[in-house]
């Protein structure tokens, strides 16, 4: 027969054993299954870190608007210029969420095109620069200032807006989505405020 004491010692690495387990629990699986969690902590941390640069505020700058009624269709001058492939289509995706129709053309498009239509236009100018982000390892593009106007077809100012690269926090929003970056700006010129 066995001595209390000998049952409590064995008893004592089974309770340990579900306390380590149910401590465990609240971690990702792969933690548990990788022979590196140390290394599973690292690509989750830089994952999570990725994802909040990506989502970085921006705000408008320079911000001008002359108060006319909400524009509710307008057209994008396309810029050859601006050589950053997702920018037209963030602009027209925020423009869609604040329930603007858009038309992207041609700088000089005639009437063939239908461009003679439009009643507003808005132009743009965009500065592309490079560099490597956090926890990568090549160099990539990224919008890192904007400035466009809304006009009417005879040339009158409806608004002017901006957007450029925080310098602060390290340049992490350099980062963000194009979109992200070009939302406030987008308002300001629709709706009048940054």
């Known amino acids: 027969m066995r001595s209390p004491e000998a049952a409590v010692s064995t008893r004592l690495p089974n309770r340990f054993a579900v306390a380590v387990a149910a401590a465990c629990s609240g971690l990702a699986g792969c933690s548990l299954l990788s022979p590196a969690p140390t290394w599973e902590l690292v690509k989750a941390t830089g994952s999570a870190t990725a994802h909040a640069i990506g989502r970085s505020p921006s705000h408008a700058s320079d ?11 307008l057209c994008i001058e396309f810029n050859r210029n601006a050589p950053l492939p997702d920018l037209v289509p963030a602009l027209q995706a925020e423009l869609r969420s604040i329930g603007v129709a858009s038309r992207v ?34 160099t990539r593009p990224y919008l890192s200032a904007a400035s466009m106007s809304l006009q009417r077809s005879g040339g009158a100012l409806l608004a002017s807006s901006g957007y450029r690269v925080d310098d602060a926090g390290f340049g992490a929003s350099k980062w963000a989505t194009t979109r992200t970056k070009l939302a406030p700006v987008v308002r300001a010129l629709i709706q009048g405020f940054e």
Do not use: Q
């Not at 911000?63 to 269709?73: L, Q, S």
């Not at 700088?107 to 239908?114: E, M, N």
């Open 105 to 138: 053309y041609e700088a000089g498009a005639g009437a063939a095109t239908g461009a003679d239509d439009c009643e507003v236009w808005l132009r743009y100018a965009a500065t592309v620069d490079w560099d490597t982000p956090p926890f990568g390892d090549t």
């Open 63 to 73: 911000t001008v608007h002359y108060g006319d009624a909400p524009v509710k269709r």
